[in-house]
Structures are given as C-alpha cells and as structure tokens.
C-alpha cells in the first residue's frame, strides 16, 4: 500500500487546455505520490496525452497550477521538465528517425570527453547496457532507428525514459507496440522502479494492466476528469462504466 | 530469457564484398563519376583538360561555392533552405571592398595597402555576414516565418544593399595582402605545400586507422587488413597527387621576376620551374572542410542539427532549443557566405555588381548532388565539396570544349536533376 499521508509528488491543480475553442483539458486536478502508480483512462481524445504534455513540458497550460513537493513550479518547455526529474515516454515516442539507438538514448544530454567532444564509444556502451535490462534481443545498434520495428523503436523510448534517474516518470501508452513477453518486462519494471520510489503516470487502455500494476487511476471523458479511484476499492467492471458512462460508480463514490 | 518468440533475429543476409569491405557506396560512385567526367573531357580536349594548369583553376574556381555548400548542408540537413547565399555574398563583398579601398585608407587615414587593412577588411565582413545570417535564422527560427520566404526577400534586399553600397561601381583594385586569397596571387610555395600534404595524408591516415581501432575495441566487424591498406594507399596518392599537380603548375617567368621585384629582391640568375603550390583559398576550404565534418559528427551543435532535421518535434521534446539552434545554422551559413565573398573578390581582385549571381543555384545544386536529402536530417560535408566540384568540372569542361553557353547550363540542370534521381533509386535500393 501507498503511504499517501505526506506531500504529493506531483501536484497538477485545475488544469485547462485549449486548442482553437476546444477545451482539450478542463479543469482536472490529479496528483501522485512517492512510490505511487497512477493510471490514466479514457477514451480516444479524453484528453490524457494533452494532460500529461502540460507536466512534460510540451504544451503551455491555459490555466491551472502544477506544484512538485509542494512547491509550485513552472514548466514552459521540455527542459524545465527535465530539470525537475521529470522523464516522458510520449504516445508518438518522439524519436529523430535517422539517428541510432544511441543518440536517441542520449539526445540532449550527451556524454562529452574532456575535450567537448560527444563520446559515442561510452554511450554506446551505456545503451547497449540499459537495452540487455529492457530487450536483451535488441541488436541494432547501428542502425537509424527508421529501421527499427514499432517494438524496438518503443524500447529505446522506455529506455531514454528510464535511463536518466527520473523522480516524476511518465509513460503514455507504453506497451501499445510491444509483444506479450516485452510487455510482461516493463510491468516488471514499472514494478521495479515503483519500489525505488519513483512516481509514475502511466496511460493504458487496457483495464485490467491498469487494475494489475495501478494504486490509483483517474477517468478523463471530454477533457473532464470524471473521478480518481483507488484500484483496491474498485473492479475491471467499475472501471469500464466509469469509462463509457462518465460517471463514479456507486461503490466507489 | 535469451530466447523469446516474439522477436527472432531475421537470418544475415550473405554480405556482398563491398559490404566487407565497409565503403561508403554513395560516396565511391561520386568519386567515380568525377573521374569519369574528368578522363571523358581530357580525352576530348586531347589532354588538355588535366593539365596542372587546369587542375589548379579548376580549384580556385571551386573554392566559393564548396565554402557555401558546405553551410548549405547543415541549412537543408535542418529542413530550411537559403536562396539568399548570392546576394549575401555581394553584400559582404561590397562590405570588404568599400572598407578596404575606402573607409580604412582615406576615412581612417591608414593610407593604401597597410599592412593590417586585410585583417581588419575580413573581420568587419565575417562580422556582417554572421550578424545577417543570424538575422534570418532569427526570422525563421522565432517568428517561423518560412525560410524560403525570408530568404528570397533576402535574394532580393542584399543583392540590392550590395549595388547601393557601391553605387554599382566595381571597386577595385582590392587591398594587395588582400587578393592573396584569392588563389594565384597567394600559393603556399612548393616545400610548404609538400608539408602540408604529407601532414594532411599522416592525418587522414590516423582517422581511417583509429575509427578501425575504434570499431574493433566494441567488438564490430572490420575491413580486413589488405582492404584496409589498400584504402589508406588510395587516400595518401590523391592528397600527394594532388600537391603535386599544384606544385607542377609552374609559375610563370614574367611574374616571377615581378615577385622578386615587389619584395626588392633581385632574382637569382638561372631560376626557372618555380611550382605555385596549394593555393591559400584552397586551404581555407579544407580547415572549412575539416572544421565543418568534426561539428556534424562529433559536437552537441552536429548531433542537434541531424536530430531537429530527422524529427523536429523530437527534438524540440528532447529539450533542444530548435529556434536557437535555427538562428546558429543560419548566422554560420552567413558567415560562411562572407569568407566566400573574401575568396570570390580576392580572385577578381575587385568587387564587381554582379559578384555571387546564380551562386545560390549553384550552391544548393552542389549540396543536393552531393546526396544532402531536402526532406532533412540527411547530408555530408564532403559530399557537398564534391557535387560542387563536379558541377564546376562540368561547366569548365564544357567550356574548354567548346559547348555553347546555353547548352552548358541545360546540361547542368540536367545532371542536377539525373543525380537526385539516382540518389533516389540508391536510397530505396537501401531500404532506407
Ligand atoms: N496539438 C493539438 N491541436 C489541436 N487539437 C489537439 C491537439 N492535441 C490534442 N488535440 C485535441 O485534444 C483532444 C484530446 O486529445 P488527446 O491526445 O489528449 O487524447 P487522448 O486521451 O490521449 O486520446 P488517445 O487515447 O487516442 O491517445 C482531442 O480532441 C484532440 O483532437
Ligand atoms: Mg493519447
């Protein structure tokens, strides 16, 4: 169980996006705490990925205030999420397609030698060891990642996720692309990091991987946040009306 | 765990023998249709065509295109385009031109030809050229105006700075320290030129043994040793030969004396067969050459450009600064412009109105050819060099043939777009 008696993590308080007249995101509030994960579920457009892409740092909320250990901060673009431990596995995975694992892996934060140089030799080295962890198959280290498959490509976007100690990690669907046994890896591994304290966001459609690896999960419908439950308290079931109907089940109210 | 059915390595197919021997195909069928241009027109101009002579002019004449083709690169590579390097060009060079037959010997009173005119001269115009290059990346980058916009309102705003500057005047004769860099006025000599060459050919042959040593220490495959001696052969005659060719190209009798005489020397009897050597713009070329590929392939600034050009939104996620990064490719583009307006009016040895015209066609011609993808994140600095020098190989070689002026440039539009067609073929050829 998840001691949920200190501060949150991750404070996201009435927070509203528009886009074009549209409110993608209205007025949700969710939080997360230390060692917590915390599912997301809706239908296609509730307006999850928009919702997270305010606490990565991808889009500029309209309204609303995000605080992290209780302190409000501000995040106007990516680099201010990662300045805040704050690691994404986007939907789109957003990789640059002609590079390999490797820069991939490191983008942004490259490893240099001494001499201000980037050190492809160390990195590669340290991709090849994050990647045994994650898909001890994976080989292609060579190779623009436009010749990867959809599995592969979603390794290394968990891998870049994980790799760089994240204290806040978000995962938008992260196993959409992946075969059962490299999906069974990253439950154990959201287990893992879980136990290491780390917050997590993890958007998934499939409710019962939601009921399995969640403490909590929330319902968006229409940009609207329909409720925040606790897993134990509520059945695949509950989840699934919540979903459809829009509405807190009974039980759980 | 090492087995898992969902994902089976798909069996190796039999590697063919360029693939042992690990060459870049793309850039051995450059090379190839380079030599192929070069031998077609010695055969047809009966040996005229691969003089030293020629060889050197044919240099000198490359030099301001491949400077720019080389910023060129890393402008598509990002997914923008400058259709302005021309006019930028002229601007620059009216810059040089009034600061150095006017401004700094009559305004400032340094009088004609002193000796820091020249310094002064190419700091005030790389200043310009950057400062307006970073000007357009700021418009792009910032107010996301396209760059094809910004730039063709920059084809037409600089090339007319340039005639207001100068009142459509050629200026001239240039500062005389200054047209050193220009190529025949200003050659390393022959013994420099032949260190140099041997400094480069132990340079490159380091490269090619340490990116081997390199592979082998992670365990990857390598060419084997003959291949790999072979390579390394091939790369030390074209640098030697080239220095040779340069240092064969003899200068002539008349000037010589003349040399002698400017530096109020007399020259000693029986002197003959004195060669030019690497001309100084060449040089210039290759630090750009040298420069450019260490910043594509080993520097945050390389890493970031292919990454913005392969996926901007990746990047842009991955806490790159893409606008940023926009104005430091455009501001290097236009510094790039203005060392090739140093090296284009130095060669004149004045500054005429219509300096840099259709470069910016050539410019883009020589990164395409070159295999730079229009659609980003593809592109090399070498492969810039040499499209621009089979695009000048072309329209010299056509010249001294004696092909008519249009039928010159319908040919070159011709092999633009053959070359980009093959390029594509290749491309799926790969599968990539
Ligand atoms: N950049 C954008 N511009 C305009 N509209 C957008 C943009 N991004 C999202 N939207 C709109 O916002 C709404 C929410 O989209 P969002 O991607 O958050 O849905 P989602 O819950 O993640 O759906 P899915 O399960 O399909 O991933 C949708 O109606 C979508 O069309
Ligand atoms: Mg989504």
Known sequence: MVDRSGTPLVEMQNISISFGGIKAVDDVSVDLYPGEVHGLLGHNGAGKSTLIKVLSGAYHKNGGQIRIDGKPVEINNPRDARANNIETI?????????????????????????????????????????????????????????????????????????????????????????????????????????????????????????????????????????GTVDIPDVTDDDLLSMIILGKKPASAA | MATSPSQTLPAQAPKSLFQKLELDMRLLGMIGAFIVLCIGFDIITEGRFLTPRNVFNLSIQTVSVAIMACGMVFVIVTRHIDLSVGALLATCSAIMAMTQTQILPYTL????????????????????????????????????????????????????????????????????????????????????SWALGIVLTAAALWALWSARQARARHGFSVKPMWAQAVLSGITAVAILGFVAVLNAYEIPQRRLERMFEARGEVMPEGLTGVGYGLPFSVLILIVVAIVLTVVARRTRLGRYIFATGGNPDAAELSGINTRLLTVKVFALMGFLCALSAVVASARLSNHSNDIGTLDELRVIAAAVIGGTALSGGIGTIYGAILGALIMQALQSGMAMVGVDAPFQNIVVGLVLVLAVFIDILYRKKLGA
């Open chain 2, 109 to 192: 009173d340094m009088g004609l030809n002193h000796p820091a005119t020249w310094i002064i001269t190419i700091v005030v115009g790389l200043i310009a050229g950057t400062l307006i290059g970073a000007f357009h990346g700021f418009l792009v980058g910032y107010l996301t105006i396209p760059a094809f916009i910004v730039t063709l309102g920059g084809f037409l705003i600089w090339r007319n700075v340039a005639w207001y500057l100068t009142g459509g005047q050629t200026i001239g004769p240039l500062d005389a320290n200054f047209i050193k860099l220009g190529g025949t006025n200003g050659t390393l000599g022959e013994s420099t």
């Open chain 1, 90 to 226: 986007y939907q789109t995975l957003a990789l640059a397609d002609n590079l390999d694992a490797t820069s991939n892996l490191f983008l942004g934060r490259e490893m240099v030698t001494p001499m201000g140089l980037v050190n492809d030799a160390a990195m590669e080295a340290e991709c090849r060891k994050i990647m045994g962890q994650l898909n001890p198959n994976f080989q292609k280290f060579h190779e623009p990642v436009s010749a990867l498959s959809g599995g592969q490509r979603q390794s290394v976007a968990i891998a870049r996720a994980v790799y760089f100690n994240a204290r806040i990690l978000i995962m938008d669907e992260p196993t959409a692309a992946l075969g059962p046994h490299e999906t069974q890896m990253v439950a154990d591994l959201i287990q893992k990091l879980k136990a290491q304290g780390i917050g997590i966001f993890l958007i998934d459609h499939d409710v019962h991987a939601v009921m399995e690896l969640c403490d909590r999960a929330s319902v968006m419908k229409n940009g609207q946040l329909v």
